[in-house]
């Protein structure tokens, strides 16, 4: 089983809609959470953190359910420049702050 | 400030060869990782250096990969002989160490394709 999960894709929504994307870890000693954003032949960035109580950051929605091991995004009023790969990341206590990285999720945005 | 730099950006080569990558993290940057993604997967993490020590090379496959960090700054990775496998992006990562974030700072990647 993967480290972390997520749907492929790819979703294809038009402009303005609102789209979730969702991610599963299996490791429960994992300690901390984020999004990443990863543009088509770009280097990775940080997008969000994913706190418990959950996070937004203008149109975007972190959550986070460490009983679920289950961790989401939501983009509302999407934008042609969201269209991205969108990595969930995770990291596991004591890891020497490693990152592990979801195989992403491809979200295109259309006109 | 600048970014993280990397080069070559892209590389071609044939099996068997041999193959370097450099990288120059932010400065200040004590940690440094490399990722290998391979085409429609995340980042894997090969190796991991504080200053100019390994902190953790376990995914590294060690009979052909080997990287260094000689004067605890910019960094190697060395690939030989290439397999076609290992066609991927290798993309190098900065972070500081003295801080609560996990934020790890990416620099644009070297593409390489084996043939």
């Known amino acids: 089983r993967k480290e972390v999960e997520q749907d492929p894709g790819p979703f294809n929504v038009p402009e303005g809609a609102t789209v979730a994307f969702n991610c599963t870890y299996s490791n429960s000693a994992s300690q901390s959470f984020f999004w990443y954003r990863q543009d088509c032949r770009k280097e990775p960035k940080l997008l969000m953190s994913?706190?418990?109580s959950g996070n937004e950051d203008g149109r975007f929605t972190a959550q986070l359910n460490r009983a679920s091991q289950y961790i989401s995004l939501l983009i509302r009023d999407s934008k042609l420049s969201d269209s991205a790969t969108y990595l969930c990341v995770v990291t596991l206590s004591g890891s020497a702050r490693q990152l592990t990285f979801g195989s992403g999720t491809q979200l295109t945005v259309l006109p | 400030e600048a970014g993280v730099a990397q080069s070559p950006r892209y590389k071609i080569i044939e099996k068997r060869q041999s193959v370097a990558f450099w990288c120059n993290p932010i400065s200040g940057h004590a940690t440094l990782y490399w990722y290998q993604q391979i085409l429609g997967q995340g980042p894997k993490l090969l190796i991991q250096f504080q200053n100019n020590g390994v902190v953790d090379d376990s995914q590294l496959p060690k009979d052909r990969f080997s990287a260094e960090r000689l004067k605890g700054v910019d960094s190697t990775l060395k690939i030989q002989p290439a397999k076609l496998e290992d066609s991927a992006v290798y993309l190098c990562a900065s972070s500081l160490v003295e801080t609560n974030s996990y934020e790890q700072y990416f620099g644009p990647g070297t593409r390489l394709t084996v043939t």
């Open positions: 994913v706190y418990s």
